[in-house]
């Protein structure tokens, strides 16, 4: 069977995003699946038409530079076109059984104008609402015009495709809400490759030393530095961690908008030496971040991304038998058991968050406990040979039904 897939962006890019999809696809040849990939025009750096990136072939899509592709809202319907003129073209060339569309919901549109004119059966595949990403980063008011504009396309996308898949429970129960009948759509868990993880890996003195963090306590973040992640929660609770535990330091590993915002909250609390920022470094280079960090905390705050969508990074912590600290969001929910994989705490309550990361460095007698059960979890149900499996009889249903 032949899966065509189609991308907002891929790798040699570096996001969420690109890893799952990576992952999907190898994990999907495994299984003996063909798949072909192709990428929109939002896709950046892309100068040819083709390109192989880790062994994956994929086509490109260039952007459109005329007056329409300029103005808004008709820029997001050029975005459509030129999809689905490069997706035609593609078909053309790889026949493939299924079309796989991935948000955002364009090429949720694309896909389906496609396979209508080809017959080709489209899954639809939701990774996040983008409006309520928008929300977050300030583009877009909840409610507004283009909110509900954009929440009105994506259902559109639900009710045509043939089948719809989605990253967790939380978004699964929104589309259902939606009308989309319950048997239509199937989740794909977030997942990792437990095989690329070690735990209790040695820690690079030289690199410890020259970032202040020998023979402390270290509270880490890896990740982009947005809003909703609430890290400016975690730096206010800083001072009262220090107080009971003074060699707590806080390391935080990237980058994003909020970066210099949380640079000088870091001067106001007076906080420097207490607070590492490393700035992004090279994927490659990430592990050896890991192992310098004893406990890991994601503090996200309460709000529909939050409290619907999955995030990744606390299963990668849980793979190395990291201590999780997670905020009560329903995204974590999923993910961590309180008091068994790890500690939530209440989202967007300081004290609470305080409390609980001093409660958790005083009691490391406990550590070992949260640590096989946060790795047993990921072996046993995130995986992602088991998660991109569940693809099987999506796909086999459509070519059946055809």
């Known amino acids: 069977m032949r899966i065509l897939h189609i991308l907002d962006h891929s790798i040699p890019l570096h996001s969420g995003y690109t890893f799952r999809t990576r992952n999907i696809l190898q994990q999907q040849r495994a299984l003996g699946f063909d798949t072909a990939h192709i990428t929109g025009s939002k896709h950046l750096n892309a100068r040819d038409q083709e390109e192989i990136v880790d062994g994956f072939k994929f086509y490109r899509t260039g952007a459109s530079d005329g007056l329409i592709s300029r103005l808004p809202l008709l820029d997001q319907l050029m975005v459509v076109k030129t999809l689905a003129d490069r997706l035609d073209e593609v078909v053309g060339e790889e026949r493939p059984d299924i079309l796989h569309a991935h948000s955002p ?161 870091v001067e106001t609390l007076d906080l420097g030496g207490k607070v590492v920022f490393t700035g992004r470094v090279p994927h490659e280079q990430v592990q050896q971040y890991y192992d310098l960090v004893d406990v890991f905390v994601y503090p996200r705050l309460p709000m529909r991304l939050t409290e619907l969508v999955t995030p990744l990074k606390p299963l990668e912590a849980m793979a190395q038998e990291k201590i999780v600290i997670a905020s009560d969001v329903g995204g974590h929910r999923e993910l961590i058991t309180d008091g068994e994989t790890g500690s939530l705490f209440r989202a967007g309550d300081v004290d609470s968050l305080a409390a609980t990361v001093i409660e958790t460095l005083l009691q490391r007698d406990s550590w070992s406990r949260f640590q096989a059960a946060g790795r047993k979890f990921v072996e046993q149900e995130r995986n992602w040979p088991m998660s991109v499996a569940r693809y099987k009889a999506v796909y086999e249903g459509l070519v059946n039904r055809n």
């Not at 209790?200 to 947005?226: C, H, K, R, W």
């Not at 975690?234 to 220090?242: H, N, S, T, V």
């Open 105 to 265: 919901s364009l090429n949720g549109l694309a896909a389906l104008k496609i396979g209508h004119r080809h017959r080709i059966p489209v899954v639809y595949e939701c990774r996040a609402f983008w409006e309520d990403a928008a929300v977050d980063h300030g583009t877009c008011r909840e409610g507004g015009l283009r909110y509900r504009l954009t929440r009105a396309l994506e259902t559109r996308v639900f009710r045509q495709a043939n089948a719809v898949t989605t990253i967790c429970e939380g978004l699964r129960e929104d589309i259902v809400a939606r009308g989309i009948p319950p048997e239509c759509v199937t989740v794909i868990p977030n997942a990792v490759d437990v095989g690329q993880f070690k735990a209790n890996q040695p820690v690079d003195p030289a690199l410890s030393s020259g970032l202040g963090l020998e023979g402390m306590t270290v509270l880490g973040f890896i990740g982009s530095f947005y809003a909703y992640e609430g890290l400016s929660l975690l730096l206010d609770a800083m001072p009262e961690i220090l107080v009971r535990i003074p060699e707590a330091r806080l390391l935080l590993v990237g980058g994003g908008p909020m970066e210099s915002a949380l640079q000088q909250q």
